[in-house]
């Protein structure tokens, strides 16, 4: 799924300072230490929000990419296939990957980017120049919130991948920045353009649903073979996160369409989290089964319960579920779970029961919906590459909203609330399962209306 980056080695540098001290500290992550068990102060703001600002017009998308390693090089050639968008410029510390990376667009016919590969601070660079409008990160978590920074400060709208930022801290320094600066700072959340997500979505909307109640998400892959693998993550980073935190560390897949079901920061917001895990116990059995004795993964404890659970009440009442678990043998899913007032939806497989075309207690066949799809799965999906197509409709809409001068669909207060349960989910289960409250990455202004990802099709 969405974030398998490529990057340097943080499990030697940064990944493990950060995850080793946090674990130390007890606290999970940074900037946790203070203001939990009651409400949290609303920040002063660094500029006027963000809600609705529309992107200047764009004849063309000017892309740069920072990470071309598993996830940015599988986007690279869905970024060539959206039309009016152009990649000028790449990055990674593996001057191999980025030879591949401008090889494969000088392939399709276009110019030859920019290569950057002098570093793990040539990033920088990159952001300087004045031939790029957005700036795209496909790198290992602790790089997200760094690299946002950085292309908004050198003013680059920014597009991250899954989390935006991994503490609290992180999160209220995208949404300040992206305040000060005008720039967007998009959690480039690609499960919230799936094609049952979407029409869900629109069902919702048009009220099929009656009054939403529940919903559930999660990120249930097993990760195994690919987090012991010695080349798939640059360095084995993916792996050493579970050496220092206990939590949601992958939320956002689950939440972000779930999110969207609610209004959440359009009507209704986050209140407070609850999360619980449960034994570390599948990556040791593992290791235990697969790897040979003196490998360095031996000297490694694994600290990231197996399954993570959480509970969030919103607002209105409202209750989501999310789970995470990459470290168990398990078909995948992502719950997408929506419970009204008329009847409930539950995915994997896809099945639906509203009333009253529903009845007997006989789920229905969510293909008999298919008239409610979303505009852009009627008339641009599912389009090249993979995920279902869902990655593709993410970069055409988004490309689409840069060309045309719209507001994104999801927006830096989005991007904070939804990567907000890694931090949150690692306090909680710290403190024996306790409710965390939410920041208000709005400062109060989550019932105000503006677009989201029920997007209407431009005139």
Same mark, same amino acid.
């Given at each position: 799924?969405?974030?398998?980056?490529?990057?340097?080695?943080?499990?030697?540098?940064?990944?493990?300072?950060?995850?080793?001290?946090?674990?130390? =500290?007890?606290?999970?992550? *940074?900037?946790?230490? +203070?203001?939990? #068990?009651?409400?949290? @102060?609303?920040?002063?703001?660094? /500029? %006027?929000?963000?809600?609705?600002?529309?992107?200047?017009?764009?004849?063309?998308?000017?892309?740069?990419?920072?990470?071309?390693?598993?996830?940015?090089?599988?986007?690279?050639?869905?970024?060539?296939?959206?039309?009016?968008?152009?990649?000028?410029?790449?990055?990674?510390?593996?001057?191999? =990957?980025?030879?591949?990376? *401008?090889?494969?667009? +000088?392939?399709? #016919?276009?110019?030859? @980017?920019?290569?950057?590969?002098? /570093? %793990?601070?040539?990033?920088?660079?990159?952001?300087?120049?004045?031939?790029?409008?957005?700036?795209?990160?496909?790198?290992?978590?602790?790089?997200?919130?760094?690299?946002?920074?950085?292309?908004?400060?050198?003013?680059?709208?920014?597009?991250?991948?899954?989390?935006?930022?991994?503490?609290?801290?992180?999160?209220?320094?995208?949404?300040?920045?992206?305040?000060?600066?005008?720039?967007?700072?998009?959690?480039?959340?690609?499960?919230?353009?799936?094609?049952?997500?979407?029409?869900?979505?629109?069902?919702?909307?048009?009220?099929?649903?009656?009054?939403?109640?529940?919903?559930?998400?999660?990120?249930?892959?097993?990760?195994?073979?690919?987090?012991?693998?010695?080349?798939?993550?640059?360095?084995?980073?993916?792996?050493?996160?579970?050496?220092?935190?206990?939590?949601?560390?992958?939320?956002?897949?689950?939440?972000?369409?779930?999110?969207?079901?609610?209004?959440?920061?359009?009507?209704?917001?986050?209140?407070?989290?609850?999360?619980?895990?449960?034994?570390?116990?599948?990556?040791?059995?593992?290791?235990?089964?697969?790897?040979?004795?003196?490998?360095?993964?031996?000297?490694?404890?694994?600290?990231?319960?197996?399954?993570?659970?959480?509970?969030?009440?919103?607002?209105?009442?409202?209750?989501?579920?999310?789970?995470?678990?990459?470290?168990?043998?398990?078909?995948?899913?992502?719950?997408?779970?929506?419970?009204?007032?008329?009847?409930?939806?539950?995915?994997?497989?896809?099945?639906?029961?509203?009333?009253?075309?529903?009845?007997?207690?006989?789920?229905?066949?969510?293909?008999?919906?298919?008239?409610?799809?979303?505009?852009?799965?009627?008339?641009?999906?599912?389009?090249?590459?993979?995920?279902?197509?869902?990655?593709?409709?993410?970069?055409?809409?988004?490309?689409?909203?840069?060309?045309?001068?719209?507001?994104?669909?999801?927006?830096?207060?989005?991007?904070?609330?939804?990567?907000?349960?890694?931090?949150?989910?690692?306090?909680?289960?710290?403190?024996?399962?306790?409710?965390?409250?939410?920041?208000?990455?709005?400062?109060?202004?989550?019932?105000?209306?503006?677009?989201?990802?029920?997007?209407?099709?431009?005139?």
């Amino acid at each position: 799924m969405a974030g398998d980056e490529s990057r340097s080695n943080p499990f030697s540098r940064r990944t493990l300072l950060r995850t080793s001290a946090a674990a130390g =500290a007890g606290l999970g992550v *940074a900037g946790l230490s +203070t203001g939990y #068990g009651a409400a949290q @102060p609303v920040r002063p703001a660094k /500029g %006027e929000s963000m809600m609705g600002v529309a992107f200047e017009a764009h004849e063309t998308v000017r892309v740069g990419i920072i990470g071309v390693g598993n996830r940015g090089a599988s986007m690279l050639p869905l970024f060539l296939a959206v039309p009016g968008v152009a990649i000028t410029a790449v990055c990674d510390v593996s001057a191999d =990957a980025v030879n591949r990376a *401008a090889r494969a667009v +000088t392939d399709a #016919g276009h110019p030859e @980017p920019a290569k950057y590969s002098a /570093g %793990e601070d040539d990033f920088e660079n990159l952001l300087r120049r004045d031939d790029v409008d957005f700036a795209y990160v496909a790198t290992p978590w602790e790089w997200h919130t760094p690299m946002a920074l950085s292309a908004m400060r050198n003013g680059k709208h920014v597009g991250v991948e899954c989390p935006a930022g991994t503490t609290v801290d992180e999160l209220w320094e995208l949404v300040d920045t992206s305040e000060k600066t005008r720039r967007h700072c998009i959690q480039l959340e690609n499960c919230s353009y799936s094609q049952n997500e979407m029409r869900v979505l629109r069902m919702v909307h048009d009220g099929l649903f009656g009054q939403v109640l529940f919903g559930a998400g999660a990120y249930l892959h097993d990760l195994r073979e690919l987090l012991f693998s010695k080349t798939y993550y640059a360095g084995q980073w993916r792996r050493a996160w579970h050496t220092g935190l206990n939590g949601d560390l992958y939320p956002t897949h689950g939440l972000g369409p779930v999110a969207a079901y609610m209004d959440i920061n359009r009507g209704d917001r986050l209140v407070r989290i609850t999360s619980m895990s449960t034994p570390a116990a599948g990556l040791a059995q593992y290791r235990e089964q697969h790897m040979p004795a003196g490998d360095p993964t031996w000297n490694e404890r694994y600290v990231k319960g197996d399954a993570t659970i959480s509970l969030i009440q919103t607002e209105a009442g409202r209750v989501v579920q999310l789970a995470h678990d990459v470290s168990n043998p398990r078909p995948y899913s992502r719950l997408n779970q929506l419970q009204g007032t008329n009847g409930v939806f539950e995915d994997y497989p896809a099945r639906i029961y509203l009333e009253p075309t529903h009845s007997n207690d006989e789920w229905g066949d969510f293909a008999e919906f298919a008239d409610y799809d979303h505009w852009l799965w009627k008339e641009v999906g599912p389009g090249p590459g993979g995920h279902g197509g869902m990655d593709y409709i993410m970069l055409y809409r988004l490309a689409q909203t840069m060309r045309l001068g719209l507001p994104p669909d999801i927006d830096v207060y989005d991007s904070a609330t939804w990567s907000a349960p890694f931090a949150l989910s690692v306090e909680s289960v710290r403190r024996n399962s306790a409710p965390v409250d939410f920041p208000d990455f709005t400062r109060g202004r989550w019932q105000t209306p503006h677009p989201g990802v029920d997007s209407p099709k431009p005139a």
